[in-house]
């Protein structure tokens, strides 16, 4: 339980953080904001699943299923957030 509602509470903290940080990091066309919101997505998967393996010990198999939404598991819904907050942060702040 914990965890789905971490997912909610870490949603809104990387929202509050790409309104903060999507001017100053200041992309002048869609390309350059989806090579952030990769760039974003691509770091964050390393860390979590670098933390799960190396730190935590924890087999890929559970690591995986931390993704699997069929399972009630919401680590990549928070995925899809985490890649869609700089095309909304552009899109709401019209930025470009």
């Known amino acids: 339980m914990a965890r789905r509602i971490a997912v909610f509470s870490g949603s809104a903290i990387i929202l509050a953080i790409g309104w903060i940080s999507i001017p100053w990091i200041a992309p002048t066309n ?5 090579i952030v919101s990769a760039l974003w997505l691509v770091l964050m998967l ?3 699943i670098g933390l799960a393996r190396f730190v935590f010990r ?3 198999s559970r690591i995986l299923a931390d993704f699997d939404i ?3 598991n ?3 819904l928070g995925m899809l ?3 869609a907050t700089p095309i909304l942060i552009v899109k709401w702040r019209g930025l470009i």
Do not use: A, E, N
Not at 30 to 34: A, F, G, H, K, P
């Open 70 to 72: 069929r399972k009630g």
């Open 46 to 48: 390393g860390y979590d």
């Open 58 to 60: 924890m087999p890929y």
């Open 30 to 34: 869609m390309t350059d904001v989806l």
């Open 81 to 83: 957030i985490l890649f």
């Open 74 to 76: 919401l680590l990549g």
